[in-house]
């Protein structure tokens, strides 16, 4: 979903209208956050089941993959927050289209990332 809400910003800031940008910039972030705070609570249910990072090489594997995709998220989420704050400053308009077009495909490679590590880590554990 939050894709689709990132491209609709970009689509708005494109047609110049501000306010709908910065209602799916936050809606992107939004989804970010939920999914950041969701592998949070993932994180503490498995510790607290027995899975650390050091337990086997699942464990290993499943933190260190899942981890680091957390931390590309918040990075994402910190970019759309900038891009926001800029647009509530009058700094964004559809010139600067391009700055949050990359901002963008980053945020697409990170969820087509998801997908391969949600394959790798959730359909085929063994």
């Not at 899942?66 to 759309?80: A, D």
Request: proline share 1%.
């Amino acid at each position: 979903m939050s894709s689709l809400t990132v491209v609709l910003a970009i689509t708005a800031l494109r047609r110049n209208d501000i306010r709908r940008s910065r209602i799916w910039l936050l809606s992107t972030a939004l989804l970010g956050a939920i999914f950041v705070g969701g592998q949070v609570y993932e994180f503490t249910a498995f510790y607290r089941e027995g899975l650390g990072y050091t337990t086997n090489l699942f464990g290993t594997a499943f933190f260190t993959l899942t981890g680091f995709h957390g931390v590309h998220v918040t990075v994402g989420i910190i970019f759309l927050m900038s891009m926001y704050i800029q647009s509530m400053r009058g700094k964004l308009t559809s010139a600067q289209e391009e700055r949050l077009e990359i901002i963008g495909l980053y945020w697409h490679f990170v969820d087509v990332v998801w997908i391969v590590i949600f394959t790798i880590v959730y359909l085929f554990p063994q």
